[in-house]
């Protein structure tokens, strides 16, 4: 480190970072601000960045809706098992063509990573997910998209650093390839399960167009296709507007609400796994 | 001696074969999902070719050649969903290309590790949100009538904006609603990258009586060069491509000029018309184009010195 002295132009840099920082957060709090604030502030446009005539009406009615309730134990359902899935195929997959010396490796890992440049388009897929019966059913959102070929070559990547002196010892000591990875293996590989595990789960929480594309069944809908539905008409629309501009009004807090209840899994759980991701990109970047 | 020598080696291949059993075990789920979900759509591509009818399906159906192809190049919107594409995409690589660079070399500056931290938390969190998410806010932020920043605007006087109701404006702010999501995560990489720039070049420009920025535009820019030349060609790949999401969800029936892209476009032909034939015609052009861009890059990337981006 040669200057630690505080310059103008570091200043400058801490104020410009901090207001891109602010940037980055406000819409955030602007979502707050409204999904709190009384109708009354909402409707003369009132509401910037702190609530106005703090209430937490539009929270209770959200969760009196049981569409709501519905559609978030269907997406709850979705990425458990999804992410479940996804983290044993990609494990699996990984770990066995991380293995230098096994045969038709160079085969099977080619075979996986030319989907990433090719694939059968939109109708094709569509045509094979109600072939095989998934059309309609919650299987169609995380089956289909079970694994990602990047998924895979970062984990790929990151077994084939792993030191190889304790998977051989146990090797000699007549261990199979199975109990290697579940007794040595996946023991060492916790960071890279957890970013993997995030990925995979906000893709399978943040999925809209999966879900409008295979789900017909409105008892079936996925939390964002029905947060689409409440935030841009469908249902509240109508409703509001036959019940009057309060009714209206009401609804720009309970979108704002809603908006909030449906990313708050995602920020809670963020922090946690914040330190494992950075490096799991980074694993990734290295071309394997 | 010769017949017998390569009994053995087959039979010791089996042997081999034999020890790795778990791994084609484990390896069996993966090529079963690949085969059916990937690669037998591939085979679905077929229909382009065809003159699909649901009827018949896509074994059934009639061959017609290059009929949907040319019905398709000889289609207004089919052109006009490239072009959108393409303009998107381009005016978004050229605002978060050299942003995010920026803003790496900033954060790279912070001495303060807890502040960085926090800084960096902040910056990734809107590439975890959904679109839908990001679409809600922005309509909350941007609506012409009651949008916050229109609010703003019209409290200082000034006329209020159309910020998702014209093409223009749509436009804008497309390309900001992307930039919002993905600058922060987009610095990942740079910063790694940076993390290894030789310290003792730093030493040297400064007993030079280089200037800060002097040192970052003649030290640090150099230094990480290959990864930048390597982000652009992976960037410039993509460019025919535009996940669905983020144009269908912050369009409106008022700016589909701008706003349909090739992936909305076929998603509209073949989904909400059924017109199965043309959208996965269009889905081949687009995939084949892909594939020439990327293998133009990285013949450029090579030529140019640069590890191949395949």
Redesign the interface.
């Known amino acids: 480190?040669?200057?630690?002295k505080l310059?103008v132009?570091?200043i400058i840099?801490?104020i410009?970072?901090?207001l891109?920082?602010f940037?980055?957060?406000y819409?955030?709090l602007?979502?707050l601000a409204?999904s709190v604030s009384g109708y009354n502030a909402v409707l003369s446009?009132?509401?910037?960045f702190y609530p106005i005539d703090f209430t937490m009406e539009a929270y209770k009615q959200i969760l009196g809706k049981t569409q709501i309730w519905r559609a978030m134990s269907t997406t709850v359902q979705v990425t458990l098992i999804g992410t479940a899935l996804s983290l044993v195929?990609t494990t699996?997959?990984a770990?066995?063509?991380s293995?230098d010396d096994?045969?038709g490796r160079k085969i099977?890992t080619g075979?996986?990573l030319f989907?990433m440049?090719?694939?059968?388009?939109?109708?094709?897929?569509?045509?094979?997910?109600k072939g095989?019966g998934l059309y309609d059913t919650l299987g169609a959102l995380f089956?289909?998209?079970?694994?990602n070929v990047f998924n895979f070559i970062v984990m790929r990547t990151f077994f084939k650093n792993l030191p190889e002196s304790l998977s051989e010892a146990a090797r000699i000591d007549g261990a199979?390839?199975?109990q290697i990875?579940v007794k040595i293996v996946l023991p060492l590989s916790l960071p890279i399960i957890a970013t993997m595990g995030l990925f995979y789960a906000?893709g399978y929480?943040?999925t809209?167009?999966d879900a409008l594309?295979y789900i017909q069944n409105p008892d079936k809908y996925t939390l964002?296709l029905r947060?689409?539905g409440l935030?841009?008409g469908e249902e509240l629309n109508s409703a509001g507007n036959l019940e009057g501009v309060g009714m209206q009004v009401m609804t720009?807090s309970l979108?704002?609400a809603t908006?909030l209840v449906?990313?708050l899994p995602?920020?809670v759980v963020?922090?946690w796994l914040?330190k494992y991701f950075?490096k799991g990109?980074?694993v990734g970047?290295v071309?394997g | 001696m010769k017949v017998k020598m390569t009994k053995k080696e087959r039979k010791a291949?089996l042997v081999?074969?034999w020890n790795?059993k778990?791994?084609?075990?484990?390896?069996l789920?993966?090529?079963l999902?690949?085969v059916?979900?990937?690669?037998?759509?591939?085979?679905?591509?077929t229909?382009a070719f065809k003159d699909y009818n649901v009827f018949k399906g896509?074994f059934g159906s009639e061959w017609c050649g290059f009929d949907v192809f040319r019905k398709i190049f000889g289609s207004k919107n089919f052109w006009l969903s490239v072009r959108n594409t393409l303009l998107l995409n381009l005016l978004t690589l050229a605002v978060s290309f050299p942003l995010t660079i920026i803003?790496s070399l900033?954060?790279n500056?912070?001495?303060n590790v807890r502040?960085k931290k926090?800084?960096q938390?902040?910056?990734?969190?809107?590439h975890?949100?959904?679109?839908?998410?990001v679409?809600?806010?922005a309509?909350?932020?941007f609506s012409e009538q009651?949008g916050?920043v229109n609010?703003?605007l019209m409290s200082l006087g000034a006329k209020a904006i159309p910020f998702l109701g014209e093409e223009g404006w749509w436009i804008f702010t497309y390309v900001l609603c992307n930039v919002?999501k993905e600058i922060?995560w987009g610095t990942?990489?740079y910063l790694?990258a940076l993390t290894s720039v030789d310290e003792t070049l730093?030493?040297a420009a400064?007993l030079d009586g280089a200037t800060?920025?002097q040192r970052i535009i003649y030290v640090t820019l150099p230094s990480i060069k290959s990864v930048v030349v390597t982000m652009l060609i992976l960037q410039i790949s993509k460019m025919m491509t535009i996940g669905?999401?983020a144009p269908?969800?912050l369009g409106n029936k008022r700016v589909m000029g701008v706003s349909e892209v090739i992936?909305t476009y076929?998603?509209r032909l073949?989904?909400e018309s059924a017109k199965?034939s043309d959208?996965?015609a269009i889905?081949?052009f687009?995939?084949l184009i892909?594939?020439i861009i990327?293998l133009a890059a990285d013949k450029f990337a090579k030529a140019i010195g640069e590890?191949g981006i395949i």
Do not use: H
Request: with cysteine.
């Open positions: 480190m040669i200057d630690r310059t132009g570091k840099n801490y410009l970072l901090v891109i920082a940037v980055c957060l819409p955030f602007n979502v409204y446009g009132r509401v910037t195929l699996f997959a770990y066995a063509l293995q096994l045969p099977i075979f996986i989907t440049y090719f694939g059968g388009g939109l109708i094709p897929t569509f045509l094979v997910v095989v089956i289909p998209q079970s694994v199979s390839y199975m990875l906000v929480w943040n809209y167009f594309l964002q947060l689409r935030l841009f720009q979108k704002m908006v449906s990313t995602i920020l963020y922090p914040q950075v990109v980074m970047s071309k | 291949v081999k074969a790795y778990w791994l084609y075990i484990m390896l789920p993966v090529i999902y690949y059916v979900f990937k690669y037998v759509p591939m085979y679905g591509i229909i896509v803003v900033m954060l500056e912070v001495i502040f926090v800084i938390s902040v910056l990734y969190l809107p975890f949100i959904s679109w839908v998410v679409a809600g806010i309509s909350n932020l009651d916050t609010m703003m919002w922060g990942i990489i790694a730093y030493e400064y800060k920025f669905l999401d269908l969800l992936s076929t998603y073949g989904i199965y959208s996965t889905g081949l687009q995939s892909n594939i990327l590890e």
